[in-house]
């Protein structure tokens, strides 16, 4: 990177430190609870959700003593049967894998955190023929998007993403749902999260069908959804990318700012 560039970058990423690392990371919890440094987060469907700005200066044995009880909090709640507990790769936190695994935690892939310009993203791209992107707002359409999203990540189909979206979408906190589609089958599909009271929108579950791949449909995606994201004022945009998704958004000029790496545990 040349010095502006890496000097961008970390404008970025203290932008993310600031903006987004706090209740705005978790705009649908339904109860947030402070844990020292931590933010013990409940979503509906019994997930847990622990994140922070920072751990100060806390060291190994400190984090070993603050895990168990910070996941002592969901443990003891029977309607909670998983927690993530979400961690950076550019924060002081001394053992804090090692401590996370010793609690039942295991880590998931880690990802690339994205942040770029809005507008280097809301450019033309040509579709294949055939191909429509649209917003979605029914709620047969959110359940189609949300088995499509299910199947090209390995789950299991189920209601319970879709649920949650359709809740999101009755609270109308700005949250967009976007498809592309092919002969009435959706092909591609992801959503907007603008975020209050910062500069940012997020783009997240980014999903398309294998067949599809390689064609400029993703991209094409994204730029609709950057376009949005400028109508309501929003400069930066912001992901957490596999490696999939990361030379997409690298080409539209977003930089990687950092890794994130979240850890699962399952009652």
Do not use: C
Not at 2 to 23: G, K, P, V, W
Not at 143 to 153: G, I, L, N
Not at 254 to 260: D, E, G, Y
């Amino acid at each position: 990177m040349s010095r502006d560039e890496l000097s961008r970058s970390a404008e970025f990423l203290h932008a993310y430190d600031t903006q987004l690392r706090t209740d705005a990371e978790t705009p649908s919890a339904t109860k947030i609870t402070r844990l020292g440094s931590l933010r013990l987060v409940t979503f509906a469907g019994g997930r847990g959700f622990i994140t922070y700005q920072t751990l100060g200066d806390a060291s190994a044995e400190s984090l070993r003593r603050l895990v168990p009880e910070a996941l002592s909090y969901f443990a003891s709640d029977n309607e909670i049967n998983r927690v993530e507990w979400k961690t950076r790769g550019h924060d002081h936190a001394p053992g804090l894998s090692d401590a996370l695994l010793e609690n039942g935690f295991i880590a998931d892939e880690p990802e690339s955190i994205m942040i770029g310009d809005a507008q280097g993203l809301a450019v033309d791209v040509p579709l294949p023929e055939g191909v429509s992107l649209r917003r979605i707002y029914a709620e047969s359409d959110v359940r189609a998007m949300s088995a499509m999203q299910d199947e090209v990540f390995g789950d299991p189909v189920s209601d319970e993403m879709a649920n949650a979206l359709l809740h999101r979408l009755s609270l109308d906190d700005g949250m967009e749902l976007w498809v592309g589609e092919a002969d009435g089958e959706i092909v591609t599909a992801g959503r907007l999260e603008p975020v209050a009271d910062s500069d940012f929108a997020g783009i997240w579950g980014g999903a398309t069908r294998a067949e599809w791949r390689g064609r400029g449909i993703y991209r094409a995606l994204t730029a609709v959804r950057a376009r949005s994201a400028i109508a309501m004022g929003k400069t930066l945009i912001h992901s957490d990318s596999t490696d999939y998704s990361r030379p997409i958004l690298e080409r539209s000029g977003l930089v990687a700012v950092s890794t994130t790496t979240p850890y699962l545990w399952k009652r």
